[in-house]
Every structure is written in structure tokens, then in C-alpha cells.
């Protein structure tokens, strides 16, 4: 993510921020700009979330109810009377709204079911501490268990499920990359390379998790292929775990690279292969990808190497082989490639 700056006095500001701490300035999330900037001079309201969700987004009054169009994309959220429900609500709105700048950042649709009634995308956000509740997609409709904003009860899942990373942010990314699968990917030219690279995804996908899940992580034999472990369940899951690690890697470099922290790093020979013959001309070449992969793989091993300074788990705990940085490749040529005139 960029830095922002103060509209009226330029000094810095965040993301989450509502005024600017030096001129005391009122300040809100401008989507059209993807800036933040002053309210009473923007011709625009706060998001009508701004005090339940924490939104610090703006909006034009007469769109969605008062709603951001961030905050409108959730279909189901808890009820007024939910002290509990509304903190994990606020929490799970904050990692959304990191989200959505992103997708907007990275020019991909975020069209929303109340104009795709089909295939549009809606947010259920659930607790199940209240009622089961399975994080997951379906055509469009995300459903987050927003238990996981609790960060023992997360934790406890991340050691249950030995996974190296767990968050709401990757929640968010990984589901909402099942979606850019129909967007970016189902009856492309893209399809073959897909099936070549991740495997054929009209593989049984229930079978497929069931048996997944009765393996032993250990005998899965998913490192070097797969990015997780999880990864290694059916194409679809391996797709949304890569479509998820490149949202991770694109928005840590951006933001260091926005914060003027460059890596030379070890000399490193990756030996990338991008061998495939698409039927389409990529806007932005595949090349590109290998900046950004040498960079990330320098970026990363300091910044895990910085958290071991300060006692802390790896920041990015992942091992990029060949196979996975060619999967990488693939869906940041599709992501970069995505034009809405060019959408089925
Ligand atoms: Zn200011
Ligand atoms: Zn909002
Ligand atoms: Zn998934």
C-alpha cells in the first residue's frame, strides 16, 4: 500500500485514519481518488458504518443507503444489539476496506451482487460462536467466520490446522480469489495454462477435501508443488492460495517500497520458467513477474530475519520454489492482463 499524505498540511497520515493528527483536519477514504481527503471539501458523507464498523471511507449519500461501497458489499453482518458480534464486525471490515483498495489498486472488478444477481459479489459475515459457520465462496457470496478476529481462538485453529499463517486479511484474499477465478481465468484462452500449471479443477471437489483431510500434512508431499499444504486439496484450492499469496506479496512490496525500503539482497539465480505459448497477448509482459519475484524473495528473507530479531514468528513463513513462483507468474499475467471490456 502507498503512503498517504495529509491533503491540507502533507504531512503523513494513514490508511485507517479520520483526521490528520498535525492540523486536526476531518479526513475520510476517497475511493474515485484512493486518497484520503477532507471532508467538508470532498462533496461527500462518511460511510453510514462509520460508527459501528469503524469506516472511514466516504461516500456520495444517495449510493447504497449511505453505505461506502466497500461496507455495501456485505450482505449480513450482526445485529445492533451485538456488542460482541460488532466488535469482530469492525474488525473484519477494516481487513475488508485493505482489501477492496487493493482489487481497486490492481484494476479488478468488485462487482456487486445487488448488479450481478448471479455471480456478483455479496459478504456474509458470520459468527460462529453463534451458529455454524464455515468460512468459504459460493458464486460470488463470501461467508467469514468472524470468530477468527479473536486472535486466540484463531491461533488455536492455526495449530490445529499446522498452518505457518493465519489471518483475516488471508481469509479475505484467498476466498475472494475463488471469484477472479470465474473473472479472470473460466472460459479464457487462459484455461489450458491454468489446468497445465494447478491441475484439472473439475477433479470431485468434495472427494478431493475429503481426502486431503485424511492425509497426514506430512505425507502430502505438497512442498515444492504447492504453496501450503492446503494448496495441494484441488486446483481451485491451490489457485485461491496463489491468487491469495500474490495479493500478500504485491501489497508488502508496494508498501515497502512506498516507505523507501530497498533490497538489493543476495544475489539469487531463481532460473524462472515461463515456458507457456498463451493465445493471448498478456498487457504486461510475463517478464515483469521476475522483478517483482527477485525483489520479494530479497524483501521477505529480511523481513523474516527482522522478526527473528524482535523474538517473532517469520513475517512471510513460505517457501517460493520453481513450480510456485511459476503459478505466481500466472496469476499476476492474469491479474495484469484483466480488462473489463475483455470480461466474459
Ligand atoms: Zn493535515
Ligand atoms: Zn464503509
Ligand atoms: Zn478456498
Known amino acids: 500500500m502507498k503512503a498517504f499524505a495529509c491533503p491540507v498540511c502533507r504531512s503523513l497520515v494513514f490508511f485507517e485514519n479520520d483526521r490528520c493528527f498535525t492540523c486536526d483536519t476531518e479526513l475520510g477514504y476517497s475511493r474515485a481518488d484512493a486518497a484520503l481527503v477532507a471532508v467538508d471539501r470532498s462533496g461527500l458523507t462518511r460511510c453510514a458504518n462509520r460508527v459501528v464498523a469503524l469506516c472511514n471511507w466516504l461516500t456520495d449519500p444517495d449510493r447504497n443507503g449511505g453505505l461506502c461501497d466497500c461496507c455495501a458489499l456485505t450482505r449480513t453482518r450482526p445485529a445492533d444489539d451485538d456488542p460482541a458480534g460488532l466488535a469482530a464486525f469492525a474488525l473484519t471490515e477494516a481487513a475488508k476496506r485493505r482489501l477492496v483498495y487493493q482489487l481497486d489498486h490492481l484494476g479488478l472488478p468488485t462487482t456487486p451482487r445487488t448488479e450481478d444477481p448471479d455471480r456478483g459479489l455479496a459478504f456474509d459475515l458470520l459468527s460462529s460462536e453463534n451458529e455454524p459457520v464455515t468460512t468459504g465462496h459460493a458464486d460470488g457470496v463470501i461467508t467469514i467466520d468472524m470468530a477468527e478476529g479473536d486472535d486466540p481462538h484463531r491461533e ?17 484474499r484467498h476466498e475472494i480469489g475463488h471469484w477472479y477465478w470465474y473473472v479472470l481465468i473460466e472460459g479464457t484462452p487462459y484455461l489450458d495454462r491454468f489446468r497445465d500449471l494447478f491441475g484439472d479443477e473439475r477433479e470431485d471437489y468434495a ?13 502430502t508431499g505438497w512442498e515444492g508443488t504447492h504453496v501450503s499444504n492446503y494448496a495441494a486439496s484441488h486446483p481451485w484450492e491451490d489457485w485461491a492460495e496463489t491468487f491469495a499469496h500474490y495479493l500478500h506479496i504485491r501489497d508488502t512490496s508496494e508498501t515497502a517500497a512506498a516507505w523507501g525500503l530497498h533490497t538489493d539482497g543476495p544475489d539469487l539465480d531463481l532460473s524462472l520458467s515461463w515456458d507457456a505459448q498463451l493465445d493471448v497477448d498478456p498487457v504486461e509482459e510475463p517478464d515483469s513477474f521476475d522483478e517483482l519475484a527477485r525483489s520479494w524473495i530479497a524483501l521477505k528473507m529480511v523481513l523474516n530475519q527482522l522478526n527473528r530479531s524482535m523474538g517473532s514468528d517469520d513475517l512471510y513463513p513460505f517457501t517460493l520454489t520453481p513450480v510456485v513462483l511459476d503459478k505466481l507468474r500466472f496469476a499476476h499475467v492474469v491479474i495484469s492482463s484483466y480488462r473489463p471490456d475483455a470480461a466474459t
Do not use: M, S, V
Not at 472427494?207 to 483431510?213: G, N, V
Open 207 to 219: 472427494e478431493a477435501l475429503q481426502k486431503h483431510y485424511a492425509k497426514d500434512p506430512d505425507e
Open 156 to 172: 488455536a485453529l492455526r495449530i490445529k490446522l499446522a498452518e505457518p499463517y493465519r489471518t483475516l486479511l488471508g481469509h479475505l
